[in-house]
């Protein structure tokens, strides 16, 4: 999912994907920082601890879209995915390297601290996505973190940041799964806290990409647990055998069906 970060009207948090808008750019985000541009090629993590910051205050976008203006934040996110990766059963804890995932869910979203959450209703097309967020990931690495212990924690986020995108090795396969279990689980949540109000079915086919079995059982669960809550009452749901219309799975599909 996703929010924000700059508009070609000056205002920080909205993306654009006009194509009279020009090639967005690293520099062109950092250079409108509250304080300036944080100071490159320092031996200080300091510039880097104010960058993180940005985190805590970027929404994720798709659920501002769906109604909920003060919702939970990349940083949120990201915190919930890193215990739920900690509470890995045996089966997978025992041929996975957990400390690795509790890394990986907790920088897998980090470029949106410049980029924002895009989410598909953004226009942008992946390979867009992917771009803005692999040069800003290569900025705070070696820009802010490439002189800091000798490089070598920028190095480590780097590469995690590297497999996670890639999707080949099974704690990538797994975080990417709690990824999504996250999403479901805020989705029942935002209902329950509405009362009925608010029906964010449109987020439940997510559960139908989860690929792992252990995340499939918790994902089982908390879909159990969202048609106890709305008791028979009209509400969305989708699943591999009944997805959204066309145009919304296709968006759907581009998005999460390899992330």
């Not at 480590?156 to 995108?165: A, F, G, L, S, T």
């Not at 499939?216 to 959204?244: I, M, N, Q």
């Amino acid at each position: 999912m996703a929010t924000n970060r700059e508009s070609g009207n000056g205002e920080p948090g909205i993306l654009t994907s006009s194509s009279a808008k020009p090639l967005w750019t690293v520099e062109g985000v950092v250079a409108k920082l509250p304080g300036g541009t944080p100071v490159a090629g320092s031996s200080s993590p300091v510039p880097f601890f104010h960058m993180l910051e940005r985190l805590k205050t970027t929404k994720r976008e798709g659920w501002r879209r769906s109604g909920i203006p003060h919702c939970e934040s990349v940083s949120d996110h990201m915190y919930r995915m890193s215990l739920i990766v900690m509470l890995a059963p045996p089966s997978l804890s025992s041929k996975i390297n957990i400390t690795r995932c509790i890394k990986m869910a907790l920088v897998h979203d980090m470029a949106e601290a410049l980029v924002g959450d895009i989410t598909p209703m953004d226009g942008i097309k992946r390979d867009e996505k992917n771009r803005r967020e692999s040069i800003t990931m290569d900025y705070f690495t070696d820009s802010l973190l490439g002189k800091v212990n000798g490089g070598i924690t920028g190095r480590e986020i780097k590469d995690i940041w590297h497999e996670h995108e890639d999707g080949e090795t099974l704690e990538s396969k797994f975080v990417r799964d709690v990824d999504k279990i996250e999403l479901i689980l805020q989705m029942l949540d935002y209902e329950r806290a509405h009362e009925h109000m608010l029906d964010l079915g449109d987020f439940s086919w997510v559960a139908s990409k989860i690929e792992m079995p252990e995340v499939k059982e918790w994902a089982a669960e908390v879909l159990r647990e969202r048609e106890e809550f709305w008791d028979g009452r009209p509400h969305a749901a989708y699943s591999a055998e009944e997805p959204p219309e066309e145009k919304s799975l296709a968006q759907k599909v581009e998005y999460y069906g390899k992330a």
